[in-house]
């Protein structure tokens, strides 16, 4: 729930929000906050997911891209704490835990991702992403070259920046309105589901 931006009914939106979020809820069993808090100005809506979904699921826009779903989770959670957005950390701490099937590893890189149990090649990304999200005036040519010693491409990079900024954007956003992580998020990817 958003706290200084009340959301709009479901039921009145246009028609293909609706559709999106309820399948959403559907898949999720309960519907994100974020997509009922943008939604009272659908075209930013329709733009904010449009760019999200090009991002974090490339395949969708038909590209590929060597980053994992966690990779890009990883760099949510990290810069959204360095940006100190509870909505976000919690939200894709959760997605961040489920993907990597380490439940610890979505609080240690909102801590501290220089002591996480992640790999080098994962903390190259992170350092990269860290400038970027607080120094990207300072990025230079050497900061290409550590990411490619790690196997990353400029395309790679070009997703790292892309991630980090477009998150940059919603970290604000969440914050400045209020949006609270919803509940389910917390519990999320912390203990292995049973087996059937």
């Given at each position: 729930m958003s706290t200084r931006y009340p959301h709009?009914?479901?039921?009145?939106?246009?028609?293909?929000?609706?559709?999106?979020?309820?399948?959403?809820?559907?898949?999720?069993?309960f519907v994100p906050n974020v997509f009922l808090a943008f939604a009272r100005r659908p075209a930013e809506w329709r733009a904010f997911f449009a760019y999200h979904d090009a991002l974090m699921a490339p395949e969708s826009v038909g590209r590929t891209s060597n980053l994992t779903k966690g990779d890009r989770e990883m760099i949510v959670?990290?810069?959204?704490?360095?940006?100190?957005?509870l909505y976000c950390v919690v939200a894709h701490g959760a997605i961040l835990r489920i993907y990597e099937k380490k439940p610890p590893v979505a609080d240690q890189v909102a801590v501290n991702y220089r002591k996480a149990d992640i790999s080098p090649r994962q903390r190259a990304m992170l350092d990269f992403?860290?400038?970027?999200?607080?120094?990207?005036?300072?990025?230079e040519d050497a900061d290409f070259a550590a990411l490619h010693v790690h196997g990353f491409d400029d395309e790679d990079i070009w997703d790292i920046t892309a991630i980090t900024a477009f998150f940059g954007l919603s970290n604000r956003m969440a914050s400045v309105t209020g949006m609270l992580p919803n509940p389910e998020f917390y519990l999320m990817g912390r203990m292995p589901k049973a087996k059937a």
């Open positions: 709009p009914d479901l039921n009145t939106l246009p028609d293909d929000i609706r559709a999106k979020i309820l399948e959403v809820q559907e898949k999720a069993g959670t990290t810069t959204s704490a360095a940006n100190n957005c992403a860290m400038k970027v999200c607080t120094d990207s005036d300072k990025v």
